[in-house]
């Protein structure tokens, strides 16, 4: 039975019930790493700081999807007695895993801690946040760690869950949990979208959520700084006018100027997407600019047939761009479009609009065959990145590549599914997206240089 969308859907809903939490002294700890996008959303929703509480599974040898215990951070350890019984688990056998997955544990904890100090939980509520428990093993031992931290409240909060499992967790002071559906079999099937979260997703949604509280720029209306007024880089939660609403985005720009790249999200996501904030910080370490931002507001998002709907999607991308240009560090940036799924659509048919300022487009798994009879007006150079194993997807975007008279390469990335996540195979699309903005951005600018003197 799906429940949710993704995880940022799941986060979305979960934030709702947990908005009594705000502006308490509330720390949100993502369980890595399908928690972390999720309680990404959650600290969002609450204005909380956002760390992990890194924890390993200890599996069944026969069986290592199925758990009989967890480990964690600080020496702490839960064992499900009852299945290390009933598969006859040796002394042995528990010594050679746990010794193997603390190891596994201790490089993980140290590649999300690189450059971030953990946060202290001393005297503070720490609200976990997990996608969803199936045992509750890996879920008891956060509490347990989080209990060893100094926390002086616990409260474990998940969109999902069995009830068997709630009923055996006693380290929480509080559990809040969404749904408990009797035919309950394992968390990924009450999500339409349950790919598997990377470690340098983990690490993107820390990294975001650690920039959240620096200073924003002015809503819509408001008088915009002067430019030597304004500290950069900017990293700024914004709000930004389109067809009569206001979109939520998120803006990085590291020096006035600097080439922007606008992400188009697909088929329901959102600036939370982790595939598109990791495809976001490989970006700004080439030092791009990027825009993230939610084409749809949360009631829109309701209507499924939104997600398709691409010529309102790209209105409110074009809508976007010139807010951008209007900003005074971004007036002269080279703009680019980011598309995935049917954000690529949007993207295209937005840089096929008469004058359009787009000097470059990037799709990720997308599907630029939305964009129609406008394919042939897209002047802007675009990459198509498709995965060798999404055999539908690449052949609709050979297709579309015959239909374009712009500078158009399509990039088959080997062993790639639709939602490359694969291993390496995400960091491939983004590196390929680099280099493309990094060249036609430097280009635009170069050219426009050429034309002032």
């Keep these: 039975m799906t429940i949710y969308e993704d995880?940022?859907?799941a986060g979305r809903q979960l934030a709702r019930r947990l908005l009594p939490w705000r502006g308490q002294d509330v720390v949100v700890l993502g369980?890595?790493?399908?928690?972390?996008?999720?309680?990404?959303?959650v600290a969002e929703a609450l204005d909380a700081p956002l760390d992990v509480i890194v924890v390993r599974k200890l599996g069944v040898p026969a069986q290592p999807e199925l758990a009989m215990g967890a480990i964690g951070e600080e020496g702490a350890r839960v064992l499900d007695e009852r299945t290390l019984q009933y598969f006859g688990v040796t002394d042995a056998q528990l010594e050679r895993i746990e010794e193997r997955e603390r190891a596994v544990l201790e490089a993980r904890t140290a590649r999300f801690r690189e450059g971030r100090e953990r946060i202290d939980l001393t005297g503070r509520t720490a609200l976990i946040v997990d996608d969803g428990i199936a045992t509750g093993s890996t879920a008891r031992v956060a509490c347990r760690i989080a209990r060893q931290l100094g926390a002086a409240?616990?409260?474990?909060?998940?969109p999902v869950a069995s009830e068997d499992a709630l009923a055996r967790i006693v380290e929480a002071d509080e559990i809040v949990c969404l749904a408990t559906p009797r035919s309950f079999t394992a968390v990924g099937h009450h999500y339409r979208d349950f790919s598997a979260t990377q470690d340098e997703d983990v690490v993107a949604l820390l990294d975001s959520a650690l920039r959240r509280h620096q200073p924003q720029l002015p809503p819509p209306g408001h008088p915009s700084p002067?430019?030597?007024?304004?500290?950069?880089p900017v990293d700024a939660d914004v709000r930004l006018p389109a067809d009569g609403t206001e979109l939520e985005a998120h803006l990085h720009l590291p020096a006035p100027g600097a080439g922007v790249v606008v992400f188009a999200h697909g088929s329901g996501s959102s600036r939370h997407s982790p595939r598109n904030q990791h495809v976001a910080?490989?970006?700004?370490?080439?030092?791009?600019?990027?825009?993230?931002l939610d084409l749809l507001t949360p009631q829109e998002e309701g209507d499924r047939a939104n997600v398709f709907a691409v010529e309102l999607l790209a209105r409110r991308l074009v809508a976007a761009t010139e807010w951008l240009r209007r900003q005074p560090g971004s007036a002269d940036s080279p703009v680019g479009y980011f598309g995935a799924s049917t954000g690529a659509g949007a993207a295209l048919w937005a840089a096929a609009e008469p004058g359009s300022p787009v000097a470059a487009v990037v799709s990720r798994g997308g599907r630029p065959d939305l964009?129609?009879?406008?394919?042939?007006?897209?002047r802007a150079p675009t990459l198509l990145i498709v995965g060798g194993e999404d055999h539908e997807v690449l052949g609709l975007n050979r297709r579309a590549q015959?239909?374009?008279?712009?500078?158009?390469?399509?990039?088959?990335?080997?062993?790639a599914t639709h939602l490359f996540e694969e291993p390496g195979t995400l960091d491939r699309a983004a590196q390929l997206a680099r280099d493309w903005f990094t060249e036609h951005l430097s280009a635009a600018r170069e050219r426009r240089a050429g034309a002032s003197r």
């Design 7 to 9: 995880r940022a859907d």
């Design 153 to 158: 409240r616990v409260v474990l909060a998940v």
């Design 402 to 415: 015959e239909a374009m008279r712009c500078p158009a390469r399509l990039e088959v990335v080997a062993g």
């Design 371 to 378: 964009a129609g009879s406008r394919l042939g007006a897209v």
């Design 281 to 292: 910080s490989v970006l700004q370490r080439a030092g791009l600019g990027t825009l993230l």
């Design 31 to 41: 369980l890595p790493r399908g928690g972390v996008p999720v309680a990404h959303v």
């Design 226 to 232: 002067d430019p030597v007024d304004t500290a950069y």
